[in-house]
């Protein structure tokens, strides 16, 4: 009846969905921007991070283009209460991934985390979602209890990276000896600079001997 009084509509193109449809229709899914590093030779978004931190894996599963279906789906997500999107797209990458023997040695999930502050205005971390459902995939735990973030910031979408990287965040690590010589996919929503999941696998690597991976939704 809920469907009948208010029509499930496709965050692309706004048309009705159909009853196995999840938030875009058949058609913007086939026509969304991939990028899928997961499934290219080439070093796509390894490449960000040379001479920053050392990178087993990288992958973003969208291309960000602004005014386009990806930023609409991205603003929904973190700014319309959209959180079912980031399960969307954990489920799509986790599928895909949980097929590549490289990403079978992954050892934990751990999100970039919000502030507090910003957490409880929110309601809930827009990469949560992603992370839970790759975790679930791969048959691995998700951990939000070991990277926190400690220093509220403004928005970080497009900030030069120096900027950003030079006291706009302060992340700590609890439970340090659980990520001794582990393999962590860490996860995010969209990379941009870099500088953020730079600051969040230097904090994670100090004094554990552990392994990063990276996979974020898009790649601007």
């Known amino acids: 009846m809920l469907n009948l009084l208010f029509p499930r509509a496709c965050i692309g193109c706004k048309s009705v969905l159909s009853g196995n449809e999840k938030i875009l229709c058949i058609?913007?899914?086939h026509s969304i921007p991939l990028v899928s590093h997961h499934k290219t030779t080439n070093l796509g978004m390894k490449q960000i991070f040379f001479g920053r931190f050392p990178v087993q894996q990288a992958t973003a599963l969208?291309?960000?283009q602004k005014k386009g279906i990806t930023q609409n789906l991205l603003h929904s997500l973190k700014y319309?209460?959209?959180k079912e999107i980031s399960s969307f797209f954990g489920k799509w990458l986790g599928e895909e991934l949980a097929e590549l023997e490289e990403y079978q040695n992954i050892d934990m999930i751990i999100p970039v985390p919000l502030h507090k502050i910003k957490l409880k205005k929110?309601?809930?971390n827009q990469v949560e979602g992603f992370g839970k459902e790759i975790a679930k995939a791969l048959n691995k735990p998700y951990r939000d209890d070991i990277l926190l973030k400690v220093t509220k910031s403004?928005?970080?979408v497009f900030k030069k990276r120096l900027t950003r990287f030079h006291g706009t965040h302060t992340f700590t690590v609890a439970h340090?000896?659980?990520l001794t010589e582990k393999h962590i996919l860490l996860v995010d929503d969209i990379v941009t600079t870099g500088a953020t999941l730079e600051q969040c696998a230097i904090k994670l690597l100090d004094g554990t001997q552990a392994k990063i991976s990276l996979a974020t939704i898009a790649i601007a």
Do not use: N, T, V
């Open 122 to 124: 929110r309601g809930y």
């Open 27 to 29: 058609s913007c899914r």
């Open 176 to 178: 340090k000896e659980a």
């Open 154 to 156: 403004d928005s970080q």
């Open 80 to 82: 319309r209460g959209r």
């Open 62 to 64: 969208l291309l960000f």
